[in-house]
């Protein structure tokens, strides 16, 4: 039953807001008890899932393979938590940042569907219930990214729509393909069925079709292109919770497949996917490396952080693939909370041009040493958060002798902390040009403390990763064990009944 | 029967990926669809084909040999009206985006990739 929480609750809490549709007061108060609500079930969730194991609820109490399950093993418990913290960090944040223009077309709705699709996808166990949830999340975020309709978000929205369509095209043929292929959609059923099948060609084929799909989702080289377009066109919010989550899911649901279902040839398979966890990795940060807009530079540097993630996949070791998850929890937090500092930088000066900035650490030193926690966490400075993500692969790389990805994965770093710096100087530290736009806050002191309120409790769960991984360490373990040991997954969900 | 529907299937393919690279709005959309119903059909193919027998369990609880597989065509229901729904958007956005930008060639959309220096 708390497998359904998670997606029932944000459904339920958008439906409510719909009643209310004119009351944005409402919309305000209804999100905040939403998001805080699903970070109960989340902890509840997880906490299960830890003490006993896998857990499964065969939706309609109809059995698998027949029916649709939904399951949560340690990787999806883990993600739904992390989906829960970021949920709610941008409901705070969207108080103090979302016009009311945006609100009053039904913002904090879509924000909640949004959040649904995302959990939708971590829990099920269905592959074509993972279409359907993608394209949920999708369409959501089709929504929230056009929001406004400035002539900038349109441009962004065209790109993304287009490219994410045609992953979803693809995705569903592959779908098609496979059930061809098995006779069925479980994907635990699938996972037993699929070695029996004397079509390995076939099958490696449609591993491919996934790869692309997932790829284009989860941004991979090449397939990346419509990210730098269009994650910086919406509110701060808004790219703050798309640049946090739904690349992710990508990721997520690559680690999935390709851990459960296509390991036949993973000598082929898990050899492309560390080559893209490469270019992956380079293209990103030179990219971000050329930029001179905030989010742009952010944007880029998802990309690269994606490419650590698929390399500990591509390494397919339990360390590596421990590595990759660990880098996961620490990226979503990381990631979403700079890209909240940005949106405060520009509350303040009003502009996310590193040339119009300047002189903010002599104005708000605290905003600076916001910045540097996250920041410096991406760039894998230790004790922070990102230093033990990128031992740990580095690590697992070293262990099988892949010293090409681990010297590109280290050179990546530096570069990292050079655009890191480059934020800083040009924003924090260098003087502030003449004609700047704006230097002190817009907006009353209680919405000051709400733009600040989640960017702190981020920076805190950053600092306290760093400072006391082990126990987080030690799950992403486990949830690696969990992957690589596929009969646990496949037992859980057929085994057990529904009682 | 498969031989043809194997035939529309590339042809829909071929020219839902002609489509999309093409610069136009609407021809970009119209290759969105054309590759969404390309995707069902070899659902609908790959999920064999068979004539005239109903997927009924009869009485003595056995299903007729050669009987025809429902599932995919439920996948392809659903993947229908998904498919659908985000079409409508996308031509909505489309739209939007034409008055926005005064233009529907999509080569001119580059304002979001201008590098600031």
Redesign the interface.
């Known amino acids: 039953m708390l497998l359904v929480l998670p997606i029932i609750s944000p459904f339920f809490f958008a439906i409510i807001m719909m009643l209310f549709w004119n009351n944005t007061k409402a919309h305000r108060i209804i999100n905040l008890v939403s998001s805080a609500a699903s970070i109960i079930f989340a902890v509840m969730l997880f906490s299960n899932v830890n003490n006993s194991g896998i857990q499964v609820f065969q939706v309609g109490s109809w059995q698998a393979p027949f029916g649709i399950s939904l399951v949560a093993d340690l990787l999806s418990a883990i993600m739904i938590v992390i989906t829960s913290v970021i949920g709610f960090s941008t409901a705070v944040y969207s108080l103090a940042t979302i016009d009311h223009e945006r609100e009053k077309f039904g913002f904090y709705p879509l924000l909640q569907t949004l959040l649904m699709g995302i959990n939708g996808a971590f829990l099920t166990g269905d592959i074509f219930n993972l279409y359907v949830w993608f394209e949920v999340m999708l369409i959501s975020s089709f929504v929230l990214l056009a929001l406004g309709g400035r002539k900038k978000q349109l441009e962004g929205a065209i790109k993304y729509v287009t490219l994410n369509l045609l992953s979803s095209a693809l995705f569903l043929a592959g779908v098609g393909i496979l059930y061809g292929l098995a006779g069925t959609l479980n994907m635990a059923d699938l996972a037993r069925k699929l070695p029996l099948i004397d079509n390995p060609e076939m099958l490696t084929l449609v591993s491919m079709l996934f790869l692309i799909a997932f790829g284009i989702k989860s941004a991979v080289f090449p397939l990346y292109f419509w990210l730098p377009a269009s994650y910086h066109t919406p509110p701060a919010a808004v790219s703050a919770i798309f640049a946090g989550l739904l690349t992710k899911v990508g990721v997520y649901s690559l680690m999935r497949v390709f851990t459960l279902i296509f390991i036949n040839d993973t000598d082929f398979t898990h050899t492309i996917i560390l080559v893209i966890a490469g270019f992956t990795m380079l293209s990103g940060v030179l990219g971000a490396a050329s930029q001179m807009d905030i989010r742009k530079i952010l944007s880029f540097h998802i990309i690269s952080q994606i490419g650590y993630m698929i390399m500990g996949l591509g390494l397919y070791s339990p360390l590596a693939i421990a590595g990759g998850i660990f880098y996961i929890i620490h990226h979503i937090i990381v990631k979403t909370n700079l890209f909240l500092v940005g949106g405060a930088i520009s509350k303040i000066r009003g502009t996310y041009q590193l040339k119009k900035l300047g002189g903010l650490y002599k104005l708000y030193p605290i905003l600076g040493l916001l910045f540097l926690i996250p920041a410096l966490s991406l760039a894998g400075i230790p004790p922070l958060s990102g230093f033990w993500a990128k031992f740990t692969v580095v690590k697992a790389g070293l262990d099988l002798g892949e010293f090409t990805i681990v010297a590109v994965s280290l050179f990546v770093g530096l570069l990292t902390l050079f655009s890191m710096t480059k934020i800083w100087n040009e924003a924090f530290w260098k003087d502030a040009p003449s004609e700047t736009i704006g230097n002190k806050f817009s907006g009353s002191n209680t919405q000051k403390a709400i733009l600040f309120l989640p960017i702190v409790l981020l920076a805190l769960i950053t600092i306290t990763i760093g400072f006391y991984m082990e126990p987080f360490f030690d799950i992403a373990q486990q949830a690696s064990e969990q992957l690589l040991n596929p009969n646990l997954y496949i037992d859980a969900v057929l085994g057990v009944s529904n009682e | 029967m498969e031989v043809i529907l194997v035939i529309v299937i590339g042809v829909l393919y071929a020219s839902g990926l002609y489509m999309?690279l093409r610069r136009s709005?609407v021809k970009?959309i119209i290759g969105?669809i054309f590759?969404?119903h390309?995707?069902?059909l070899?659902?609908f193919t790959?999920?064999?084909i068979s004539k005239g027998i109903p997927a009924f369990i009869s009485i003595e609880g056995t299903l007729a040999e050669n009987a025809a597989d429902p599932?995919?065509q439920a996948?392809i229901l659903?993947?229908i009206v998904?498919g659908f729904?985000?079409q409508a958007?996308?031509i909505v956005?489309?739209k939007?985006?034409y008055q926005?930008?005064g233009t529907d060639d999509?080569d001119e959309?580059n304002?979001?990739?201008e590098?600031?220096?």
């Open positions: 999309i709005f970009v969105l590759l969404g390309a995707a069902n070899l659902i790959v999920g064999r599932l995919p996948l659903t993947a998904i729904g985000v958007f996308a956005l489309f939007r985006a926005t930008t999509l959309l304002t979001t990739d590098l600031i220096q």
